[in-house]
Nanobody, 128 residues
């Protein structure tokens, strides 16, 4: 059973930066689509970015393009997902979740229902 644990959330002023990390354990192979989702109070959860663990095309929500960068690290015996968030805005305030689904080669599907594994989330708060 794949387990995902996020870290790196916190409070920052508008214009600041944060880097979120997600570490995976319990996997038996490394072919996954991994992504970041977020949910603000009173709003539905939305996809932020995703990438395959073997690299390749990255996908971003329009609201974060040019400000956020997703990356992955599957060297040796580790599997990590990162989200570098720059130029943060108050509207980026949300609980951020790491999620994954098994796919040997592709990460084309970004629907939440496709993501099988979820972390517990890490809070990001951006003040104006």
């Amino acid at each position: 059973q794949v387990q995902l644990v996020e870290s790196g959330g916190g409070s920052v002023q508008a214009g600041g930066s944060l880097r979120l990390s997600c570490v995976a354990s319990g996997y038996t192979y490394k072919g996954y689509c991994m992504g970041w989702f977020r949910q603000a109070p009173g709003k539905e959860r939305e996809g932020v970015a995703r990438v395959h663990t073997y690299g390749g095309t990255t996908f971003y929500a329009d609201s974060v393009k040019g400000r956020f960068t997703i990356s992955q690290d599957n060297a040796e015996n580790r599997l990590y997902l990162y989200l570098q968030m720059n130029s943060l805005k108050p509207e980026d305030t949300a609980m951020y979740y790491c999620a994954a689904y098994s796919d040997r080669d592709y990460c084309d599907t970004g629907d939440q229902q496709s993501f099988t594994y979820w972390g517990q989330g890490t809070q990001v708060t951006v003040s104006s």
